[in-house]
Nanobody, 125 residues
Framework: QVQLIESGGGLIQAGGSLSLSCADS????????MGWFRQAPGNEREFVAG????????YYADSVKGRFTISRDNVKNTVYLQMNSLKPEDTAVYYC??????????????????WGQGTQVTVSS
């Protein structure tokens, strides 16, 4: 069973950095593609970043490219999202997700099978 638990959200000033973590309590984490999504009030949930099962390939939304870094540690069953140069428009609830059948890094919600509960990130101007 996959249970994803995010942590690391909070309130940060624009230009600052924040690191999110998503830990999986299951035994098959290393075989899953992992992704981070976010949802701002009034907006649909959108793809932020994804990483393949080994961590050798990553993919980013244009809005975060060069500022955010996704990585994973398959020993700790954890995926990370390092967020630098944060902007007020990055304010959202951030969710991690797992794709158990991934052959590529998905960017759509329906490509992911398991979701965390979300963690709030608020960037003040």
């Amino acid at each position: 069973q996959v249970q994803l638990i995010e942590s690391g959200g909070g309130l940060i000033q624009a230009g600052g950095s924040l690191s999110l973590s998503c830990a999986d309590s299951g035994r098959t984490f290393s075989s899953y593609e992992m992704g981070w999504f976010r949802q701002a009030p009034g907006n649909e949930r959108e793809f932020v970043a994804g990483v393949n099962w080994s961590g050798s390939r990553t993919y980013y939304a244009d809005s975060v490219k060069g500022r955010f870094t996704i990585s994973r540690d398959n020993v700790k069953n954890t995926v990370y999202l390092q967020m630098n140069s944060l902007k007020p428009e990055d304010t959202a609830v951030y969710y991690c997700a797992a794709d158990r059948n991934g052959v590529r890094i998905g960017t759509r919600e329906d490509e992911y099978d398991y979701w965390g509960q979300g963690t709030q990130v608020t960037v003040s101007s």
